[in-house]
């Protein structure tokens, strides 16, 4: 449930579930982001959901603060739409060629790479949220002894594709761009495609994500 | 094959199709992107009878220099800007918020933008664009939008699909009013900032760093203190929400900014002042003073009256 909700500027609702990162919280977060995108509130444009937020925008020449928070507090999400989440495979490569951080990795988890491996792959991953760039998935839990810090420095160039852990959480770079999470190995499927309009993004919240590892070879074939 | 098109000679440093942008994809991760100074695209648009929501030419600093080919067809310049117009024989200073008729052969030529940092350039009739949801508009970090997502280049040929038949020349006087105090909203985490800092940034001045774009502007100035936590777990941002990282210099969320973050908001631009907020400069000094959240309705809807009367007298 809602907890408490305020305005973050004069254009968007900040509504708040709680401190905690767990998959109840976040599955109410996306509840209510469902009911309210499917029920299209006049004003109400951007919905962006995340752990354990909820941020409603608003275009303020249609509507305001008083009106969209009076909407919001009589929805009932409670009984509404079943999230309808799918489970998906995402085939990744883990070969040294992909896999940049895997020493740092090594060193931080004091686990041998093998160790680090059969820990991340064939897990289910609850995928979180959708966001900072276009179609980024944040999945998790990773395992307690796989929780890494996101580099001192980040590097200037991710590859894309690459999928990279921090802290309690895997990611895979839907295209190149700046980043400090832990990389560990890269995948061949377009997870974001800003060709396909209906359905860009592969992963939705609430889906649930399982690394499958494939060899180098596979890896080159894949898209042939 | 088009008989009405635009040769770009010099494309200029930040060259892009921008229009009303995007504003129902965060969720996916994609920002609002759009003409960043949203009164200046409108007034463009009208000044060559287009609709308002048509796609235009945003440059930053040091704009495009384009040779037209074809039927004759009238354009106009916004924002505190630069330019001239080469005919056959003569070569003549243009003036913003005012249309002109080019023809065959001729040239736009966009110096720069005076002390400020968004133009646009709107032609009478409708460029011949890809659009993405619903919008020409270019985001180049994540190469979304017309132009494969990416700002115009030296070399390429931009083709209009229509011209405007309604050539009546419009011109309008408007002077780009600059702003010292950037009105703000208190952020969601203004409590993790110590006493101290909270003065800071509502009573010290801040600069804008040369690092600023179309995502982000950052400033520098005294530091702004964190004694609570320098991370909090990632959340979504809107345009104008100010960040402070654990360096402690502010960084303003701009339009094509990442949709999800992980910075204490110590504030948020009120809407009323974001299209002035932009056009802030590198070396430009900036303060913060707080309003509250009806104020911050009131003067909105003042700005949106006043951009519609504007529109209307065109």
């Not at chain 1, 969209?68 to 929805?75: A, F, P, S, T």
């Not at chain 2, 009478?124 to 997502?149: P, R, V």
């Not at chain 2, 959240?293 to 003042?302: I, N, R």
Request: glycine share 8%; with cysteine.
């Amino acid at each position: 449930m809602i907890k408490n909700i305020s305005n973050l500027g004069d254009a968007a609702l900040y509504c708040d579930f709680g401190n905690e990162v767990n998959k109840s919280i976040n599955s109410q977060v996306i509840k209510y982001f469902k009911t309210i995108k499917e029920k299209k509130f006049e004003g109400i444009n951007n919905l962006t959901p995340s752990y354990n937020k909820l941020i409603i925008s608003y275009d303020l020449k249609k509507t305001n603060f008083k009106e969209v928070k009076n909407y919001v507090e009589n929805i009932n999400a409670e009984d509404s739409i079943d999230i309808n989440s799918k489970k998906l495979e995402i085939p990744v490569c883990c070969h040294e060629n992909f896999s940049m951080d895997i020493k740092r990795l090594e060193e931080i988890l004091k686990l041998s790479r093998e160790k680090i491996l059969e820990n991340f792959l064939n897990k289910e991953y609850f995928c979180y949220m959708i966001g900072f760039i276009a179609g980024m998935p944040f999945l998790g839990d990773l395992d307690e002894n796989m929780r890494a810090q996101r580099l001192e420095t980040p590097r200037v160039k991710v590859p894309k594709g690459s999928v990279a852990l921090t802290e309690q959480f895997a990611n895979i770079y839907t295209f190149e761009s700046p980043g400090g999470w832990n990389i560990l190995g890269n995948t061949p499927l377009d997870v974001f495609d800003s060709s396909k309009e209906d359905k860009p993004n592969l992963i939705n919240p609430g889906d649930t994500v399982i690394f499958k590892e494939i060899t180098l070879d596979q890896y080159k074939n894949y898209n042939e | 094959m088009s008989s009405n098109y635009l040769d770009i000679i010099r494309p200029g440093i930040n060259t892009t199709f921008q229009d009303k942008g995007r504003d129902h994809l965060y969720h996916i991760g994609i920002p609002f992107s759009g003409a960043m100074d949203n009164r200046n695209y409108l007034i463009a648009n009208k000044l060559v009878n287009n609709n308002l929501d048509s796609s235009v030419i945003e440059f930053a600093y040091q704009g495009p220099h384009i040779k037209y080919s074809g039927e004759k067809i009238n354009f106009a310049v916004t924002g505190d800007v630069i330019f001239s117009i080469k005919k056959k024989d003569t070569e003549i200073e243009g003036n913003s918020y005012e249309s002109y008729q080019i023809e065959n052969g001729d040239e736009i030529n966009i110096i720069s933008t005076n002390k400020s940092v968004y133009g646009y350039l709107a032609l009478g009739g409708e460029f011949d664009l890809k659009f993405q949801w619903n919008s020409c508009s270019i985001n180049t970090k994540a190469n979304i939008g017309s132009n494969n997502g990416k700002k115009l280049d030296v070399g390429q040929r931009i083709n209009l699909k229509k011209i405007n038949s309604n050539k009546d020349i419009k011109k309008i006087s408007y002077i780009n009013t600059k702003i010292e105090n950037i009105r703000v909203i208190k952020g969601t985490n203004f409590d993790y900032f110590s006493e101290e800092g909270k003065k800071i940034f509502y009573e010290k001045e801040f600069t804008v760093s040369k690092l600023s774009d179309r995502m982000g502007m950052r400033l520098e100035g005294p530091k702004i203190d964190n004694i609570v936590n320098t991370n909090i777990k990632s959340e979504g941002l809107i345009k104008g929400v100010i960040q402070v990282p654990a360096d402690g210099n502010p960084i303003i969320m701009l339009s094509d900014h990442g949709t999800i973050g992980g910075y204490p908001k110590i504030g948020v631009v009120a809407s009323v002042d974001y299209d002035r907020l932009v056009q802030m400069s590198p070396g430009s000094k900036v303060k913060f003073k707080e309003i509250n959240l009806s104020d911050a309705e009131t003067l909105f809807k003042l700005y949106e009256m006043e951009t519609q009367n504007l529109i209307s007298q065109i």
